[in-house]
């Protein structure tokens, strides 16, 4: 008998005594076979920097988890961790940039081969305006601007100046005033400049494959926010890397398609090839050469930069265009689309995939290989911990929306796989109330569970690191010291139990409700795990009589806190869930 509440999984429901404990049990008939690979997402964060004073211990811990396919993403609130070539390439004109702000530093260099610097053809401290090649005077403009800049400037391969924040140097043309450097220059040589910059980017990302093991975890890697420069003719960005700026992104039309693809094909090049030929085909060496297999393009695309289903799938094809045109002969990679926001309703989705798994719609040449979207609860929820039961009924409506991308795809794209690789809850005013971080992992287990048999080939948590400011309530790690929280340790029981080939989930017995449940067999061996979920805040005590004897759970609760699972033995295989707890417990055939 299939039990459609609420798991839509195998679960058979007989009477109970409330006084007692309900039992669990499986049949041993197998019923599928597991289809799903646990995950999780990094996103790039100041955290995550080489100057981060928790950087040892997040890279420590990011290692501990041994997941294949973490999502890599490097997002539009930092601009410089994410966009390689913030500014357009210049020509004969060398910029620093767009105007620089106080306190931070305005570099020009002409390059190893292009001669020394020999005129200062713009410079302006006050409230300059524009981008390189278009400065202009603002209201506020010290005089002696250009005459300090050449004076440091001319006749040196490369300088360096740094923006004062008091009259030191310039003088204070505008009291009171916040003011910036803007400098345009041209070099003795023949060469073209351009502001291809991967300091901030690199360390970050080669930090995170050494940690994973990238060359065998095979990440899939999303450089989710293309320079906004090919999208508007206006953009601004903050000299400090750290700083979280939503207004990047403006600009609703790339102009340039063929610019697009070989912007993302020259990334590609920096990490696959050992280096790239930039615009104007001077080549800057990386000495990089990953195995990097998996690309996601962009992301939540009908929100960032207000894609149609016709303008991304542009997008996407000259991306991969540009990519593939890139890569080494020989070198694969496998592309993934759409990364569909959770906002978006079943009927947008649904028409975005129908348009976007027909071929018809695509150039010749460009795969499908992974559709993706994202997973998190809409509701409010805030501190009152009886409000997280909200989490898991969202995953009972959610498996309806999954249910009509499958029938799509099933039809246009049988072949194409299909990752849910932002699965998380969001919360930030329960971010101190300790049971929102056992709730919030036991909703990945429900998720998982619900989804073992469906064709989600990928399941990723979101996210590694979260803080005050951009989404605590989605961390996997406490941001004061690096460590755990239960969010964290949720993912790692999953990672210890369901990376097996071969696991046949069997048909699942329980006695009553509030507690899911589902059986995973290894292979023929007779022996497997029972995943448990209590999706109520109500402790309740359940029988295994497939447990062994002497055997113990280990269990995501509110007593392992943000620790790692705690071993509960199991007594005459009876085991107490605490409110919203997880537990893995061995079976065996006997």
């Not at 975890?217 to 926010?225: A, L, Q």
């Not at 073992?452 to 005050?468: D, E, F, H």
Request: charged share 15%.
């Amino acid at each position: 008998m299939w039990f459609h509440g609420a798991l839509c999984l195998a679960l058979l429901l007989l009477g109970s005594s409330e006084a007692d404990p309900i039992v669990i049990s499986t049949t041993w008939r197998p019923i599928g076979t597991l289809q799903t690979t646990p995950t999780f997402q990094v996103v790039a964060h100041p955290l995550l920097m080489r100057d981060s004073p928790i950087h040892d211990a997040l890279f420590s811990n990011l290692a501990k988890l041994p997941a294949q396919h973490i999502r890599y993403v490097p997002w539009l609130p930092y601009p410089k961790l994410g966009v390689a070539a913030l500014n357009p390439p210049s020509g004969k004109l060398l910029c620093g940039g767009l105007p620089v702000a106080q306190g931070w530093a305005l570099s020009l260099d002409c390059g190893p081969n292009n001669g020394v610097i020999n005129d200062i053809i713009f410079a302006s401290y006050g409230t300059p305006q524009g981008t390189c090649g278009s400065f202009q005077r603002g209201a506020c403009h010290a005089l002696n601007s250009t005459d300090i800049v050449k004076a440091a400037c001319v006749g040196r391969r490369g300088c360096v100046i740094n923006v004062p924040t008091d009259a030191s140097t310039f003088g204070d043309p505008c009291f009171g005033t916040l003011k910036s450097l803007a400098v345009a220059a041209t070099c003795s040589g023949p060469g073209m400049h351009t502001y291809w910059n991967w300091s901030y980017i690199d360390d970050m990302f080669l930090d995170f494959w050494d940690a994973i093991k990238g060359n065998k975890s095979e990440p899939v890697i999303n450089f989710s926010t293309p320079p906004n420069w090919l999208f508007s003719s206006t953009w601004s960005y903050p000299d400090n890397p750290a700083t979280v700026s939503w207004s990047y992104e403006t600009g609703t039309t790339c102009k340039n398609l063929t610019a697009l693809g070989e912007y993302y094909g020259r990334v590609a090049s920096w990490y696959i090839k050992g280096g790239l030929h930039d615009e104007y085909g001077q080549y800057h060496a990386s000495g990089h050469r990953l195995n990097l297999t998996q690309w996601e393009v962009l992301n939540e695309v009908a929100h960032e930069h207000a894609n149609t289903k016709e303008s991304y799938t542009a997008l996407y094809d000259a991306i991969v265009l540009g990519m593939k045109a890139a890569l080494p002969a020989g070198h694969h990679v496998s592309f993934t689309g759409l990364a569909m926001a959770n906002i978006d309703s079943t009927d947008m989705l649904v028409e975005w995939v129908e348009y976007f798994l027909d071929p018809r719609n695509h150039k010749p040449g460009v795969p499908i290989d992974t559709i993706s979207y994202h997973a998190y609860p809409t509701a409010s929820f805030g501190p009152d911990a009886s409000q997280y039961t909200g989490f898991f009924s969202y995953v009972d409506e959610f498996m309806g929306k999954i249910d009509a991308i499958e029938a799509v795809r099933q039809r246009l794209a049988p072949r194409t796989k299909v990752s849910l690789n932002e699965v998380g809850t969001i919360a930030d005013t329960a971010i101190d109330t300790p049971l929102y971080w056992t709730a919030s992992a036991a909703y990945f287990a429900y998720f998982f569970m619900s989804v073992s048999m469906k064709n989600i080939s990928l399941l990723g948590q979101s996210q590694y690191v979260g803080a005050p400011g951009q989404f605590p309530s989605v961390s996997m790690i406490n941001w004061t010291d690096g460590s755990g929280t239960a969010r964290f340790w949720g993912v790692h029981l999953l990672l210890e139990h369901f990376q097996t080939p071969s696991t046949r989930i069997l048909e699942t017995l329980v006695q009553a409700g509030g507690i899911a449940a589902l059986a995973y067999e290894y292979g023929e061996s007779g022996n497997g795990v029972m995943l448990l979920v209590n999706t109520k805040m109500a402790t309740t005590s359940v029988r295994l009589p497939d447990t062994p004897p002497n055997a113990s759970a280990q269990v995501i609760d509110s007593v392992s806190g943000s620790g790692p699972a705690r071993s509960v033995p199991l007594d005459n295989h009876v085991l107490q869930l605490l409110p919203y707890a997880t537990a893995v417990v061995p079976i065996s055939r006997g």
